[in-house]
């Protein structure tokens, strides 16, 4: 448990993030910053967190994004 003391994302669900981020960038923000299709061409919350379940890069990009945030 101390292991994760430190760690941002712990206890955070993608879905919690990408709302998150949803909230403080919007859709475009985030095509923005984050260059795939899934924020571009009609975003949706669902397709998106699909996507970056099945996508481990994106989903890196979307943590970083979030840590880089609320850091």
Request: net charge positive; proline share 4%.
């Amino acid at each position: 448990m101390s292991e994760q003391k430190n760690n941002p994302l712990h206890g955070k669900t993608l879905q919690m993030i990408l709302e998150h981020l949803l909230n403080h960038y919007r859709w475009e923000g985030l095509a923005y910053h984050i260059d795939v299709n899934c924020f571009k061409t009609n975003p949706s919350l669902k397709s998106s967190l699909t996507f970056l379940r099945k996508t481990p890069w994106a989903r890196k990009k979307v943590e970083e994004l979030y840590i880089n945030l609320i850091t």
